[in-house]
């Protein structure tokens, strides 16, 4: 098998609907985008597909650097490519998440060769999991307590905070939280960076005190020692080194420091499916967990992979609450059946035209 072709087919994406918001300084929901479906083709007629948001981005390295790289290539030697890829990067430092694209279309192309969801050719170690409840941000403590509530209802067995970028105002609320729903609720906390040493202290020993789970992403993950000082001070568990660039070298850095309690993992992030099972395999050494960031089909297929995770974030982005269609009743995510990684599942109404259109070439 060759890649015969690299496209890239620029599509509209539509504002999120309802529109929300997130910390203070940080743009709230997407709003109307002009993405893209990168398309690899080859000799036999199978392609693999994978979505970036910024289509415009995506174009320009596909044209200028990664389409002379892959074409003429055999794609299921995607360890090989992740590597041509990460070469190229250093020359062009593309945007973090290219190097994810490519790699989860390499998958996408393998599974549907063999007829196989891509969490199978990774080695499944599970068919469902549970998933948390992943807040946006809310205008008050009582409608956190009332999303809170509306969760637990719909199933959740657990809720991640995102709030307000202000470390009093975000302790108090996480402390009215607990309170609220009780000491056997697991908690989490995501900070989206919002924080110096001096505020994710402050904030961190009050989630310490409200028996929080973990404390993600307090300040920006730029400096390792300021989290290594960070894990001295706190006694609340941090999960790191979701945003930093180099894969799972970085990922080492944060865990050779002392300062990772457990670890993030995504295909967006951290180079696609080889990537982010790279830094999964590597928190595994350490007894550390490898926890999923983000919710999508890349993500359902990292959930059943990854021996040493324990959740499914699921985004919950409006009041009143409504759970995502992949979640089910009980609060599980279950394990994707489709060939591949299964965009297709989430195209109610057919393939989006001009991919389509594509496809038929």
């Known amino acids: 098998m060759i890649i015969t072709a690299v496209d890239v087919v620029r599509v509209a994406v539509p504002a ?12 709230g929901s997407e709003p109307a985008a002009d993405g893209a479906w990168l398309v690899i083709r080859t000799d036999t007629g199978v392609s693999g597909l994978a979505f970036a948001l910024r289509g415009a981005m995506l174009q320009d390295v596909v044209d ?30 593309f945007p973090v998440f290219v190097q994810g694209i490519v790699d989860v279309a390499l998958w996408d192309l393998a599974g549907k060769a063999v007829g196989l969801p891509v969490y199978q050719l ?19 403590i009582e409608e956190y307590l009332d999303v809170a509530d509306q969760c637990l209802e719909l199933g959740f067995p657990a809720i991640k905070l995102h709030a307000w970028g202000d ?28 924080f110096d040493l001096l505020d994710a202290t402050y904030l961190g020993k009050a989630l310490s005190d409200a028996d929080y789970l973990w404390y993600e992403e307090p300040m920006r993950e730029f400096s390792v020692t300021a989290y290594k000082w960070l894990a001295e001070r706190v006694d609340v568990p941090l999960i790191v080194a979701e945003v930093a660039e180099g894969s799972h070298m970085k990922t080492a850095d944060f865990i050779a420091a002392g300062c990772a309690a457990a670890v993030r993992t995504s295909t967006g992030l951290r180079g696609g499916f080889t990537g982010a099972m790279r830094t999964a395999h590597l928190a595994d050494a350490f007894l550390l967990r490898a926890e999923v960031h983000g919710p999508g089909e890349t993500s359902r297929h990292l959930c059943m992979s990854i021996s040493n ?41 057919g393939v989006p035209a001009p991919l389509a259109a594509a496809l038929a070439d």
């Open 122 to 140: 990774l080695g499944s170690y599970r068919e469902s999991l549970p998933a948390y409840a992943s807040t946006v941000t809310f205008g008050s």
């Open 16 to 27: 999120h609907e309802p529109p929300f918001v997130w910390r203070a300084g940080l743009p």
């Open 167 to 194: 470390a009093r105002k975000d302790a108090r609320l996480s402390e009215a939280l607990r309170e609220h729903v009780g000491p056997d609720v697991p908690l989490m906390f995501d900070g989206s960076a919002g």
């Open 309 to 349: 995770t324990t959740y499914y974030e699921s985004l919950i982005v409006s009041n009143p609450v409504r759970r995502p269609a992949e979640v089910d009743a009980s609060g599980n995510v279950h394990a994707p059946t489709l060939p591949g990684v299964g965009f297709e599942e989430a195209w109610g109404d």
């Open 64 to 93: 200028r650097r990664i389409r002379a790289e892959l074409v003429g290539r055999d794609p299921i030697a995607r360890e090989l490519l992740w590597d041509r890829i990460w070469e190229l990067d250093r020359i062009d430092r």
